[in-house]
């Protein structure tokens, strides 16, 4: 089983959509959470970070975790095309230590 | 602020050959530094990381090598390519935090 596990997609949203970005993670020792956007043949760009249970908010986004079924969530409101991009879970155990990512969700904002 | 810089952005090389990628960051001191490869559609693969100078510690066995010279400087490098060695490498950085930046990347090809 992998460390961290992501709906592989890839998934196609009409503009103004709700999306949601989902990981599961098996490694109870994971403290910290992150989501990054990756356009493509660029590097990733960390959009949010989170250490705690419940929400996040910035701007249209939102970052969602459930520590007790070792779940996470990124919710992308109002989607734009500008937002179609592969989208990087990632867990950490502590501060400055190497991340285990998910392999990325591929997502479509179609105009 | 902190930058990070990869050289050079795209790469192709026939199979045997040498190589030497470069990563350095700016406006920080004694990072951890580290060097992922991301396949075609693929999540990123941890190669090494390096919490000072001369300190590395591999993830992966394969041909690769990294090396960290000076403080901020990062080098990934092989003595005889592989096909299989095709991907986009990434190198990022932390510090004392939780969050991980990353470079732009290099694309190689070997042909």
């Known amino acids: 089983q992998k460390e961290v596990e992501q709906d592989p997609g890839p998934l196609s949203v009409p503009e103004g959509a709700i999306v949601s970005l989902n990981c599961t993670y098996s490694?109870?020792?994971?403290?910290?959470f992150m989501w990054y956007r990756q356009y493509s043949r660029k590097g990733p760009e960390l959009l949010m970070y989170?250490?705690?249970?419940g929400n996040k908010e910035d701007g249209r986004f939102t970052a969602q975790v459930d520590k007790s079924s070792k779940y996470i969530s990124l919710f992308i409101r109002d989607s734009q095309p500008s937002d179609s991009a592969t989208y990087l879970c990632a867990k950490g155990k502590t501060s400055g230590s190497r991340l285990t990512f998910g392999e990325g969700t591929q997502l479509t904002v179609n105009p | 602020s902190q930058t990070i810089h990869q050289w050079p952005a795209t790469l192709v090389q026939p199979v045997g050959s040498p190589l030497s990628l470069e990563c350095t960051v700016e406006g920080t001191s004694n990072p951890n530094l580290y060097w992922y490869r991301q396949a075609a559609g693929r999540g990123l693969q941890l190669l090494f990381y390096?919490?000072?100078?001369?300190?590395i510690s591999s993830e992966v066995p394969q041909n690769l090598s990294a090396s960290r010279p000076q403080d901020r400087q990062f080098i990934l490098s092989s003595k005889k390519l592989l096909l299989s060695d095709s991907g986009f490498y990434l190198c990022?950085?932390?510090?004392?935090?939780?969050?991980?930046?990353f470079g732009p990347g290099t694309r190689l090809t070997v042909t």
């Open positions: 990022a950085w932390t510090r004392d935090n939780y969050e991980q930046y």
């Open positions: 490694n109870s020792a994971f403290q910290y």
């Open positions: 390096s919490v000072g100078i001369g300190q």
């Open positions: 989170t250490y705690s249970s």
